[in-house]
Each structure stands twice: as structure tokens, then as C-alpha cells.
T-cell receptor, first 113, second 107 residues
Framework: DAGVIQSPRHEVTEMGQEVTLRCKPI?????LFWYRQTMMRGLELLIY????????DSGMPEDRFSAKMPNASFSTLKIQPSEPRDSAVYFC???????????FGSGTQLSVL | AQRVTQPEKLLSVFKGAPVELKCNYS??????LFWYVQYSRQRLQLLLR??SRESIKGFTADLNKGETSFHLKKPFAQEEDSAMYYC?????????FGTGTRLQVFP
């Protein structure tokens, strides 16, 4: 298994543009998490899904952020419109059941100019 | 509110020196705590969990409920320990992370 796969690895966009980040969890994992990493705030949980259903989106910063999980093997995090303060590394992670161990993707480095 | 605090953004030591990365938590229930590590150009990964009381790569962490701490320790740092370390608290069904500490071990 290639682990959690995120795309793109890097994204550079201009303020106001729509950004879509993608994640493929490990096969068989039924929980998926989106985190944002910044120097100031560390790793912040944005949203997580259990069996494709959003369970807790209290970490989503604004209505500009949305996330979907249409099936067990794919999730997207969308920012529309993007702003420079959204620049960060966005991580996707998955796990099986309520296991303690999270498996992280390589992250997407987002730069909004 | 549930919170994880890592007071040091950067910790620099020389090889062979002892290391302690601090982590304090705020949680009213019985805590489950973890340390995750991200080495250069690698994915963030689980290092150890308090419930296992294990030593991984020479690192240990003891839960101190009185001080609400879960500090990560290693008696003799190695250059390959240089990485970003995150302390995490399990709350309901999710992990809450601290802001992280970058450990630099100089030769």
C-alpha cells in the first residue's frame, strides 16, 4: 500500500482563485482527517469523516472552506475564494476504526499570492 | 477546553546531551496522549503512546496527571533525532495536536 496519497504536492495560486486539494486514504480505513499546519498554530484539525460522513467540522475556519468525501477512497478540501492567509501545509490522515494510530499523507504545500 | 501546549518552538542540543521536549495538556477526563514525529522529507508518524509505556528509539514519555504533562525524554540525543515533534491528545474520536517543537541535534 502506498499509504495516504495527497495531490497536488505543491499548489501556488493567486488570491481569489478556487483551490482543491485531494486525498486518497489507505484502503480499508474508514476515518479520514484534514489538518492544516502552520508555524504559529501547529497542526489544526479542520474536519474529519467517519464512514464518509462528516462528524466534526468545527475546525473549518470559514465558509470559504468545504470538504467532501463522496466515497471511501476519495476526499477533497476546497477553498473558494482563497486568501494569502490560507497559505499552509494541508495534511490528510486516515485510520482504521477507532485505532489510535493515524497515517498521514505527504501534505500539500499551498501558497496563495 | 481541551488543549495541548508545547512551549518551545525550537530546541537545540549537541549530540550526546539529554533531551526533554515539553508537553502540557488541558483535559478534564482521563487523557490519552501521544507523540508524533516528522523527520525531514518524511511523513508525520506515531512515535509513542503513553498507554504503552514503551521506549521507542530511546525516547520515553511519562504521563504526570498532577502536572498535566507528558514530556518526551531521551538521555543521549543523536543527530538522527533532529525532527519536528508533536504532542497530541485524544479527545472524543479525534487527535488534538500542539504547535510542535523542532529538535536540532548538532554534531
Amino acid at each position: 500500500d502506498a499509504g495516504v496519497i495527497q495531490s497536488p504536492r505543491h499548489e501556488v495560486t493567486e488570491m481569489g482563485q478556487e483551490v482543491t486539494l485531494r486525498c486518497k486514504p489507505i484502503s480499508g480505513h474508514n476515518s479520514l482527517f484534514w489538518y492544516r499546519q502552520t508555524m504559529m498554530r501547529g497542526l489544526e484539525l479542520l474536519i474529519y469523516f467517519n464512514n464518509n460522513v462528516p462528524i466534526d467540522d468545527s475546525g473549518m475556519p470559514e465558509d470559504r472552506f468545504s470538504a467532501k468525501m463522496p466515497n471511501a477512497s476519495f476526499s477533497t478540501l476546497k477553498i473558494q475564494p482563497s486568501e494569502p492567509r490560507d497559505s499552509a501545509v494541508y495534511f490528510c490522515a486516515s485510520r482504521q476504526g477507532s485505532a489510535e494510530k493515524l497515517f498521514f499523507g505527504s501534505g500539500t504545500q499551498l501558497s496563495v499570492l | 477546553a481541551q488543549r495541548v501546549t508545547q512551549p518551545e518552538k525550537l530546541l537545540s542540543v549537541f549530540k550526546g546531551a539529554p533531551v526533554e521536549l515539553k508537553c502540557n495538556y488541558s483535559y478534564s477526563g482521563s487523557p490519552e496522549l501521544f507523540w508524533y514525529v516528522q523527520y525531514s522529507r518524511q511523513r508525520l508518524q506515531l512515535l509513542l503512546r503513553h498507554i504503552s509505556r514503551e521506549s521507542i528509539k530511546g525516547f520515553t514519555a511519562d504521563l504526570n496527571k498532577g502536572e498535566t504533562s507528558f514530556h518526551l525524554k531521551k538521555p543521549f540525543a543523536q543527530e538522527e533525532d533532529s525532527a519536528m515533534y508533536y504532542c497530541a491528545l485524544k479527545f472524543t474520536d479525534k487527535l488534538i495536536f500542539g504547535t510542535g517543537t523542532r529538535l536540532q541535534v548538532f554534531p
